[in-house]
């Protein structure tokens, strides 16, 4: 199918798309595509595979068919090739550590390159991805495993390896890894020279159970010629060298699961070996990943109380990030992310972390240094200082790529939002990708293919509106600084209005005030405490907040003051306390004292963009907190 153009001016057609014309602006369609479902991305090739009816085809990223939807099973691209089989029936594989393992059984491999065209015969029984011009496939009839370039040419063969259905080998740094068989003991040759196979006991037979043989780790070059050995009990193959190290373990054992399409290594110690085979890093981690390209592993102990602890390594095996954290996200473009208490935050290639533990999910940073993470049901955009830039409620999220994210919301519909939070196509979609300049978005079985950029252009033609909805009151503007603030505390019940219509912004707030505020956006809980102070009874409309505040370590003592102005530093932390009191580096204000006892609060309101200052370089920690400050506090802090 040649690249087309397919009018789609017709207004009814596009309100049904979520894209309807704005401002005199339309949409124009490139493609529809029925198709089932969209299961792989090349982002290298710019090429997707895509299914219907069960089989399967290749499409470029603008919607142009490469290979029809006729084949059993076709690969992802990688290194211009995508393995591809057009025979063999599809199994569903139980086993114990999965669900389901789906199996191509009696299929035949070959491979196509990027303009769709066969480039390698389809005679392999398995056929692993393309990667630095090198692939493995295994022969169909030796059931060797075999060493391919980009000719087809078989470079090498190994017969004696055994790489299970769930696994797969490719090439890092120059290097591959080949598990193969290490040699087993052999019977007394009295005992078995000359007898029938039938014959044999079980014991005499070779060994097939990977669960009583060991394992022996070919570590081969391009050519397939071999460099060294790896007798480790476990090598990580499948990961291969990165930085110059590869992770391997000692003293464990090996479990095959019953379907012999997994098997798992259990109770060894690991390490890293480098380049030359030699150990770098002791074998002494509960688990070790491959280093990323920021030269950074993820590693793990045991504790005394046998919780499992991540951080990170440099190849050196020196502790960027210690391990304290009960999860990790590996580094990706110098940053990374750490779980604390359920509750993630991200981190420097320094160790420095760049925000509060706020976030329910994090997703790493895409390529316009913004991050996608998860809190209080919305999906917030951060900065690589762990600012906000906007928030949206939804679920989950895409990486940026091209100035826009698509995002799905709880009840599974996705949308299409701009780096400034703009909303580009509305929540109205089964499933979304954007990649590389074009939009896929489908509704039942029909994929549409748009070009980005016209949606943003089409958005940008959008008439300047209202501003944001602030309800019914009447001093304050749509435009100013706090309204979505203001928004969000209405609609949440935070706050309601001073009278007259009026939400009074520039009106200072006492303690009992802001802690009723902070009580109310905190979802109203039931204080369990008897109450503590000499000065609230339940009359006051205060007195729930004022017993949870204190149940919270909010504030202490027997006196509760809530008639008394609150200044910005104390508000600030009130949220610091509630977020349990982090400790982080300080801020750069010139009227913050170094030994205010308030710094670490307002440090850690910084850092997590509840606040940027009053201007000047300056905080303004004893101004009294009004209104339109406090509301947009804690809409930074509770809505992200």
């Not at 769930?166 to 290490?182: L, V």
């Not at 000359?194 to 081969?220: C, F, M, N, R």
């Not at 010629?225 to 190290?245: I, M, N, P, W």
Request: hydrophobic share 40%; aromatic share 12%.
């Amino acid at each position: 199918m040649m690249k087309r153009k397919v009018l789609a001016l017709i207004l009814s057609c596009l309100l049904c798309l979520g894209l309807a014309p704005v401002g005199g602006a339309a949409v124009e369609e490139l493609v529809d595509l029925r198709i089932d479902d969209v299961t792989a991305y090349s982002r290298e090739e710019g090429i997707y595979t895509v299914e219907r009816d069960g089989l399967y085809g290749l499409y470029l990223v603008d919607g142009t068919q490469l290979l029809p939807p006729e084949y059993k099973a076709v690969e992802a691209f990688s290194g211009g090739m995508a393995a591809v089989s057009l025979s063999g029936e599809w199994e569903s594989v139980s086993t114990e550590t999965d669900r389901e393992v789906l199996v191509l059984r009696g299929g035949r491999f070959g491979y196509v390159d990027a303009s769709g065209a066969v480039a390698i015969p389809m005679r392999y029984s398995r056929a692993f991805p393309f990667s630095e011009g090198r692939a493995f496939a295994v022969d169909a009839s030796t059931g060797a495993l075999v060493l391919l370039d980009e000719t087809g040419a078989e470079l090498a063969s190994f017969p004696e390896a055994k790489v299970l259905e769930t696994e797969s080998i490719r090439f890092s740094e120059g290097k591959a890894i080949i598990p193969i068989r290490a040699p087993a003991e052999e019977p007394p040759v009295e005992e078995t020279v000359g007898k029938p196979e039938e014959e044999q006991t079980e014991e005499e037979k070779p060994s097939e159970d990977l669960s009583e043989t060991a394992l022996t780790y070919l570590v081969i070059d391009e050519w397939g010629r071999e460099l060294f050995r790896l007798t480790d009990a476990c090598v990580d193959f499948t990961g291969g060298y990165h930085s110059g190290r590869v992770a391997v373990a000692a003293e464990g054992t090996w479990e095959t699961d019953p379907s012999g399409l997994v098997r798992r290594f259990t109770s060894g110690v690991w390490g890293y070996r480098d380049e030359h085979g030699e150990l770098a890093v002791e074998c002494q981690y509960h688990s070790a990943a491959a280093f990323t390209e920021d030269g950074l592993a993820a590693v793990s102990i045991r504790d005394d109380q046998e919780a499992v602890l991540w951080g990170f390594l440099d190849p050196e095996g020196e502790a960027v990030v210690p391990l304290t954290y009960e999860a990790v996200q590996p580094y990706e473009g110098g940053m990374a992310a750490l779980c604390r208490s359920g509750s993630w935050a991200y981190v420097d290639a320094y160790g420095r972390t760049l925000t509060g533990f706020l976030y329910e999910a994090v997703n790493p940073f895409g390529e316009n240094g913004i991050a996608l993470a998860r809190r209080n049901g919305r999906m917030c955009a951060l900065d690589r200082q762990g600012r906000v830039l906007f928030s949206v409620e939804a679920v989950s999220g895409k990486a940026f790529s091209g100035g826009v994210t698509v995002l799905r919301r709880g009840d599974g519909l996705y949308g299409v939002y701009d780096e400034r939070g703009g909303e580009l196509v509305a929540f109205s979609y089964e499933n979304a990708f954007h990649w590389d300049g074009y939009l896929w978005l489908k509704r039942g079985n029909l994929w549409r293919v748009y070009e980005t950029a016209e949606v943003i252009a089409a958005r940008q033609a959008t008439p300047a509106g209202v501003g944001v909805d602030v309800g019914a009151f009447t001093d304050v503007p749509a435009d100013a600084w706090y309204a979505e603030a203001v928004t969000w505390a209405t609609d949440h019940d935070v706050i309601t209005g001073t009278g007259g219509g009026q939400f009074s912004p520039d009106k200072p707030c006492t303690v009992g005030e802001i802690l009723t505020f902070l009580w109310r956006a905190a979802n109203r809980p039931e204080p369990t405490i008897e109450n503590p102070f000499t000065d609230v009874t339940p009359t006051h409309y205060y007195y729930q907040a004022a017993l949870w505040a204190y149940e919270n370590g909010l504030v202490e003592g027997d006196v509760f003051g809530a008639s008394a102005l609150c200044s910005r530093s104390t508000a600030i932390t009130y949220l610091w306390r509630l977020d349990g009191a982090p400790l982080g580096s300080v801020p750069v204000f010139v009227d913050v004292p170094w030994d205010a006892p308030y710094i670490q609060a307002v440090a850690w309101a910084v850092r997590t963009g509840i606040t940027s200052g009053s201007g000047g370089a300056n905080f303004a920690p004893l101004e009294i907190c009004s209104r339109s400050q406090i509301v947009t506090f804690l809409h930074r802090y509770f809505a992200g």
